[in-house]
């Protein structure tokens, strides 16, 4: 049975401390930050500094790497109309739903950032691995700034605003590690509850052997076109769903909660990233394990939690009550 969390579980407290968005870094505003008061095309959000990756700074090992990996996967999808076939498509179709769906939103998000529900062991670390494959990061850096996010949305402090242009919250900031370390600062490492544990210290330090194992396996069980769409394809489709939750679900949609940020609910993000769209739900109650709050606002993501907590793999399964939605909501009466 879920959970009805209540706000005397700390776990669950509402995190946007509006105090801590006040906080402003303490730092000479880099060169290749170009003033704007902007608005965002189709939307009400101004562009307060608009952040450029190709000004005068250095590039880390980091941004090279994030780069590289990315650029790979995008010129294999150049390939994707002359390798199709029903298998290599199939291969892309179960590996989205797979690293996706299991890893990214289930895993990475709701089960190891905000854990929203508990998993079996044995299926934490499955779906984690999973999470590895979809080339967004380790489970460690990718928790950590996303907790950071969350504590600091749409603030100086945020790792990824649209406040710094939609491109930057976009894509951009992954190429730009030592600005955003500059403006967040060693806080950004805040998952020390994974960091305790031996098989997430593994995949960090082993990350990038995962992805390239699962390449060399898809192209000995079906060569160059298993490889275009298992890898290129499959992981463009996922990366540009997170990203537009970044990006899009900060700037377009709906606002229904009172969350004192720019977190949108877009259906479109919504049915593209397996319910994650519906982002100002989510930013209006972290700890729930369900995003699509309403009938209507389909969560895919949300009804695999649902299955697995009626198989007795998922347990302690957050839901907001009736009290917390008031508390939220614009409309107090």
Known sequence: MAIIATSDDPSCLHSHRRERRKRQVVAQTPVNDEKSSRKILFSNVVVERRRSIFGYRKWTYMDVRHAIIILLIHVLC????????LGAFGVAVVLSFVTGLLGMTLSYHRNLTHRSFKLQKWLEYLFAYFGAQALHGDPIDWVSKHRYHHKYSDSEQDPHSPLEGFWFSHINWMFDNNYVTQKCGEQLTIAEDLRKQLYY?????????HPIALGVLLYALGGFPFV???MGVRSTFVLHGTFLVRSACHIWGQQPWNTGDLSKNNWFVGLIAFGEGWHN??????????HGLEWWQIDLTWYIVRLLEIIGLATDVKLPSKIQKQKMSHNKS
């Open 78 to 85: 150049l390939f994707a109309p002359f390798t199709f076939n």
């Open 201 to 209: 210290k593994f995949l960090r330090s082993t990350y990038l052997v």
């Open 228 to 230: 275009v769409w298992g």
């Open 281 to 290: 739900n989510h930013h209006a109650f972290e700890f729930s394990a369900r």
